[in-house]
């Protein structure tokens, strides 16, 4: 089946650091990645939408200066979130739709990265 | 935009069944989901049914869609310690981005 990856799982920095998280479609090439954020007990918010080759769409309330994606190729999709904050300390995970896939496919996730700024 | 609703916590005993509830507000939802999160762990699809069922059974799964009422469960029969985790249900209106999560429900089993 489509396996997405996350990596890291775990990061740890200080505050005011940038920190890159990847999203890697694994056996299928990926037109479009969702990044989304879960706050402790809480359900998952969407933050953006991007799509191979295109500027990303984010989300209302979502700073894209903070939040930067980059979806370079068709299996890997970057966020990068840049002077990170304790705030921002959140489980960020990502999922994806591949080629060929209609808009009501199930999504594929990632299992996620567990962000920590101190 | 849309809500779905779900209660937080439910705890039964291995081999109960269990039935976690959901509700929405979104009558145009064309699909509806059911995903399941271990902890520390992205979310694992487990089914889903289209809007113009009632019904759809997978194995110890089963799904009922009351779309007069906008309620969908999920029940698990012969509930397992491997079930503890926590389960989403999820509605699609429109595309893939316009997918609404509900707050989740944790599903606690006990010997």
């Known amino acids: 089946g489509a396996v997405v990856s996350q990596h890291p799982s775990r990061v740890i920095c200080k505050s005011g650091t940038s920190v890159k998280i990847e999203c890697r479609s694994l056996?299928?090439?990926?037109?479009?990645m969702f990044w989304y954020r879960q706050f402790p007990k809480k359900s998952l918010m969407l933050m953006a939408t991007?799509?191979?080759?295109?500027?990303?769409?984010?989300e209302q309330g979502v700073e894209k200066d903070k939040f930067l994606i980059n979806h370079a190729s068709l299996t890997l999709s970057t966020l990068t979130v840049t002077s990170a904050h304790p705030e921002d300390s959140s489980f960020y995970i990502c999922s994806a739709i591949g080629q060929g896939q209609s808009y009501n496919s199930p999504l594929h996730f990632g299992n996620g990265t567990r962000l920590t700024v101190t | 935009g849309e809500d779905v609703e779900q209660s937080l916590f439910l705890s039964v005993r291995e081999g109960d069944s269990s039935v976690i509830n959901c509700t929405y507000t979104d009558s145009s939802s064309t699909y509806l989901y059911w995903y399941k999160q271990e902890p520390g762990a992205g979310l694992q699809l487990l089914t889903y049914i289209f809007s113009n069922m009632d019904m759809k059974q997978d194995q110890r799964l089963t799904v009922l869609l009351n779309k007069k009422d906008k309620h969908l469960s999920l029940r698990i029969a012969d509930t397992q310690t491997g079930d503890s985790a926590i389960y989403f249900c999820?509605?699609?209106?429109?595309?893939?981005?316009?997918?609404?999560f509900g707050t989740g429900t944790r599903l606690q089993v006990t010997l």
């Open positions: 999820a509605g699609l209106t429109g595309t893939a981005s316009k997918l609404t």
């Open positions: 991007s799509n191979e080759g295109s500027k990303a769409t984010y």
């Open positions: 056996d299928f090439q990926a037109t479009t």
